[in-house]
């Protein structure tokens, strides 16, 4: 089961998109903790307004999400609706953590 917190921006650090990486052995190296990887086609991405900033050759941002504080419904239903949308890629049990 995928939960929304997979695509929480991080408001405290002032994100206003989520950082991808599209080689799956490498998503979980620039994180504290990984409890698998999901994945999700751009077009559902898109078709909720949101955008893919492709222009790296592996990495990939998900970006104009809706302000999670000015526009928290919307923000919610975008975030509700990519957790429906994705699935899992792999699983790890226990987390890998660095």
Do not use: W
Not at 48 to 54: K, M, Q, S
Not at 79 to 95: E, G, H, M, S
Request: aromatic share 8%; glycine share 6%; charged share 20%.
């Amino acid at each position: 089961m995928i939960l929304p917190v997979a695509f929480r921006l991080r408001e405290a650090k002032g994100e206003t998109g989520i950082s991808t990486d599209l080689i799956p052995e490498r998503c979980y190296q620039f994180i504290s903790s990984c409890y698998g990887i999901i994945k999700i086609s751009v077009g559902d991405i898109r078709s909720l307004g949101l955008e893919v900033d492709n222009n790296h050759h592996t990495h990939v941002n998900i970006i104009n999400f809706p302000n999670p504080t000015l526009e928290k419904m919307k923000y919610q239903k975008v975030v509700d609706t990519l957790t429906q949308k994705a699935r899992i890629y792999q699983l790890f049990n226990p987390p890998i953590t660095k």
